[in-house]
């Protein structure tokens, strides 16, 4: 009986494990993206959050109103997608989540200053 007990604890416990050893799969925002180059670690404009938003999965970033954020890619839109940007949030008060870069949609902010343009198109990851 206690050897039963055992495998229906194993097999439960491996079953609770297999998301996280398969991964969840997410659809793709995009099959390319515009940056400034190659590897998109340059920053291409400064934005302002009109509205604030909840990021729905880990893909993308909070983002409140008011709040700046350096743009790093846009997203080509494709059929049924809407418009992302990639990006991270700016300034001292929201200093623990500097350095986090995510997607947001680019209807929610205003472009404050382009530093420059995003001329090169690379497929997205």
């Known amino acids: 009986m206690t050897q039963r007990v055992y495998l229906v604890v194993l097999l439960l416990c491996l079953r609770l494990m297999c998301p996280l050893v398969t991964g969840i799969f997410m659809d793709k925002l995009a099959s ?5 180059d190659d590897n998109c670690v340059y920053t291409i404009s400064l ?6 938003y909840d990021a ?3 893909r993308f970033i909070n ?3 008011g709040q700046l954020i350096y743009v ?3 997203l080509v839109k494709e059929k049924d997608s809407g418009e992302f940007w990639a990006g991270s949030v700016y300034g001292e008060q929201y ?7 995510g997607y947001f949609p680019s209807s929610l902010v205003s472009e404050q200053h382009v530093y420059q343009e995003a001329n ?6």
């Open 32 to 36: 390319k993206k515009q940056c400034a």
């Open 72 to 74: 790093y890619s846009k």
């Open 120 to 125: 090169k198109t690379v497929p997205t990851t």
């Open 47 to 52: 934005a302002r959050a009109e509205e604030d």
């Open 63 to 65: 983002i409140k109103k």
């Open 56 to 58: 729905p999965d880990c």
């Open 95 to 101: 200093e623990d989540h500097m350095g986090t870069v």
